[in-house]
Every structure is written in C-alpha cells, then in structure tokens.
C-alpha cells in the first residue's frame, strides 16, 4: 500500500463523495491551450458507395507522398450503419468494457482504494472504447480535457487524422490547415495515440461484404416491387391526343403500380428470366453476414438458426472469450506502456501502479473439481459462496452431531 500513501486518503473518499475526480483537484499543471484541434464543420454528402469508390480510398490512404485518410474514414463510417456489423463490433467491444479492471503496486497487491476511484469514472470507459476502436478503424487519436472542473477524455475525429506523418488537418479538404500533433509538447501527456501503423483496421475487411449487401438488398427490394405489383400495359391509338389522354386518366385511376401505354400496333413481351422468389439475394445477404462475423468475432454466434446446434455455438462462444482476452490484454499493454506513464505526468495518477484485469476462471470445471473433492475433504462454505456465489451453510445434521448430550427430563417422570 506504499503506492496509495503517497496520496492523502481522506481526498479520496472525499472527492468520492462529492464525484469530483481527484486529479482535477491535486494537479496543478496548466491545460493544454484551447483550439488546437478545433474541426472545421464539413457538410458530408451521403451517395451511394461501391467497390470502385472503396479502392480509391484506400489508393488515396496508400499514397506515398501525400497520404490522405479521410476518404477511408468517411467510407467506414457509412459502412458502420450496417446493423449487423454494428452489433458484431459493440458486442465484443461492450463484453471487454464490462470487465472489471484493478490497479496494483509493483509487488501486485490490489489498490483498492484506487481501483474504486477509477472502476465508475466516465473517462476511464470512453478511454477503453477509444482504445478498443483503433483495432477496427485503425487509428485512435485522444485528448484529455477539463471541463467544468471534471476531467475527460475525448476522440479528435479521425477524418482529420494522416497518422502516416502524424498530420492533423482542421479542414481535412484543405492541406494548408495541418500541423505535426506529434510535435506539441503535450504529446505523451495531454494527447495520446493508439493503433497499428502497419494495419487498416478490421472494418476494411468488412467493407466489400457490407457493399456487397446492400446490393443485394436493393435486388431484393425490386424484386419484391415487381412481384407484388406487376407492372401493367395499355394499347390505344398513340397517335389520337384524346385517347392517349383518356388511357393515362385510366391507368393513373387504378392504382400506383408501374404503368406504360404503346401503340395497337406495337407488340410487348416480358423477357422469361429465371423464376425465383429471392432465394438467391437472402443467401448473398447470409454469407456476407457470416463473413462479418468471422471477421469481427471469430465464428457465427446465435445466427445461423437452420444448422446452428449447442456445440457449434460453445465452440463459437469460446472463439469470442479468447478474442476478447486478447482485447484485455492489449488495454493492459496500452495502459502500462502509454497512458499511464502519460497520466503521471499530470498527476493523475501515483507512481509505482499497474492496471490489470483479474486472472478469469473455469468456473464449470472449479465446479466440477470441487464436487469430487467434497467426498474425501471439508471445504470451506465461505469460499464456496465467494466463488460461485451459492449461500453455502453446514448441514444441519451434521450441526447436531456437534451438539453435547442433554437430557430434558419432564417433571412428572419420576412420579
């Protein structure tokens, strides 16, 4: 606990109380100056994406003289409004986020009074999502901030991130707006990086299949126009104004299916494509769902209701636990390498501390261990409850057993 005595502990229960964060109130180092990364507001015109338009992103992203990521980060956004793939990524992200994180000193004896603190502060949350997110969109850019005497953490927007040559751009359309964060004395400390330089993120994976979904969706939904509603054709003298008047007054009465007039003597054939109901759209749309969740959680969980079975689902379950181990284990690396050197800089933070997550345990095989040794060994009840949390009491008879001899005589026996 020599790590925590360093600070006043009576502050910590105070500010506790009073849900003001401690940091804000110890430090007494100067903010970074307002501004720096104030953004530009662009007007975003939402067209219809293709394949072609996402390899123009990534040529623009893979430029070797002037990269520029914005056209790569505009196209992930759009590609994020898929509902599938939205709930693939927040599922695993929110499943790392729920996890219960500790501080320890040096010799790894848990902090507690430090890990209470931090367990239910907001910025600690946001900071583990921002950290999480660069593994989809390949870069996290954060600042760390005051604001009405409580102590944030906030994303620079990722358009105006090059994180090539660590440029940032205020208007991302213009290149003379840009200066090197990485040259601001507040690097390290005020502002933080995380990412891979070598990796495009998950999500590039995803976008050709989520392309290549709504085009199937879109087949679908004309698919579906023209079989519940058959277009119809008229024949009338074209040539006659009055007709041709009365045949659209006729068709535009009857109803908002598509419509067209030709001439009596014009003939019209619908061409005898192949019949089908869809089927072939709903399995495109299937395998580009599949492929998303291959991607982002290693195996189809929950989706597959026709073949899907108990075991495949464990197997799948099990798949995402090691992913999201892997993802705890990258916020530990992140938290112990860059933020929390970073925040004890400013004071946030004691020294000599290290975040970490509880080692997690197989509870079903603890279980099963346990009940095969509860035939030859006593086991604590308390641990039994702490562990798998069953309230656990001897058993009665055995309290009994325990019991001295008595004789409670009735006071006519002896008469």
């Not at 394949?51 to 430029?63: F, T």
Request: hydrophobic fraction near 40%.
């Amino acid at each position: 606990m020599a790590a925590v005595k360093s600070l006043d502990m009576s502050k910590f229960k105070k500010y506790r109380k009073s849900g003001i964060s401690l940091a804000a109130q110890q430090t007494t180092k100067t903010a970074p100056p307002r501004g720096n990364f104030s953004v530009a507001p662009k007007s975003i015109s939402r067209t219809r994406q293709d394949i072609k338009a996402y390899v123009q992103s990534l040529n623009v992203a893979r430029n070797a003289e002037a990269p520029r990521w914005w056209p790569f980060q505009l196209l992930l956004n759009d590609i994020f409004m898929d509902a599938h793939l939205r709930s693939q990524v927040q599922n695993r992200i929110n499943k790392s986020i729920a996890a219960s994180f500790i501080f320890t000193d040096m010799a790894g004896n848990e902090l507690e009074e430090l890990t209470n603190l931090h367990q239910n502060a907001t910025w600690v949350s946001n900071l583990n999502r921002y950290i999480l997110q660069s593994i989809y969109w390949k870069h996290s850019l954060v600042e760390f901030k005051y604001e009405d005497g409580q102590f944030k953490c906030g994303l620079i927007p990722r358009t105006n991130i090059e994180p090539v040559n660590g440029l940032f751009f205020k208007d991302y359309h213009d290149d003379l707006s840009s200066f090197s964060y990485r040259d601001m004395p507040e690097y390290g400390s005020w502002i933080m990086e995380f990412g891979d330089p070598d990796d495009l993120g998950l999500l590039n994976n995803c976008v050709p299949h989520v392309l290549m979904k709504r085009f199937a969706q879109s087949c679908w939904s004309e698919l579906c126009e023209i079989y519940g509603i058959p277009p119809r054709v008229m024949k009338t003298n074209t040539q006659d104004p009055a007709m041709l008047r009365q045949a659209e007054r006729m068709m535009t009465d009857m109803g908002a299916a598509a419509w067209f007039i030709i001439d009596s003597s014009e003939e019209f054939e619908f061409a005898q494509g192949v019949s089908t109901n869809g089927e072939v759209y709903k399995n495109l749309i299937q395998l580009c769902n599949n492929e998303m969740s291959m991607v982002i959680q290693g195996g189809v969980i929950g989706q597959d209701t026709a073949n899907g079975n108990r075991s495949k689902e464990e197997v799948s379950q099990g798949l995402l636990d090691d992913l999201v181990n892997s993802d705890l284990a990258l916020l530990e690396q992140y938290w112990n390498t860059t933020v929390i050197p970073g925040l004890q800089k400013l004071g946030i933070l004691p020294k000599n501390v290290v975040y970490g997550y509880p080692k997690a345990e197989d509870l079903d095989k603890l279980w099963s261990m346990t009940k095969d040794a509860l035939q030859h060994y006593d086991i604590s009840a308390e641990w039994v409850s702490d562990t798998f949390g069953i309230p656990v009491e001897p058993k009665k008879q055995a309290q009994q057993q325990n019991k001295p001899l008595s004789l409670n005589l009735n006071p006519d026996f002896f008469v």
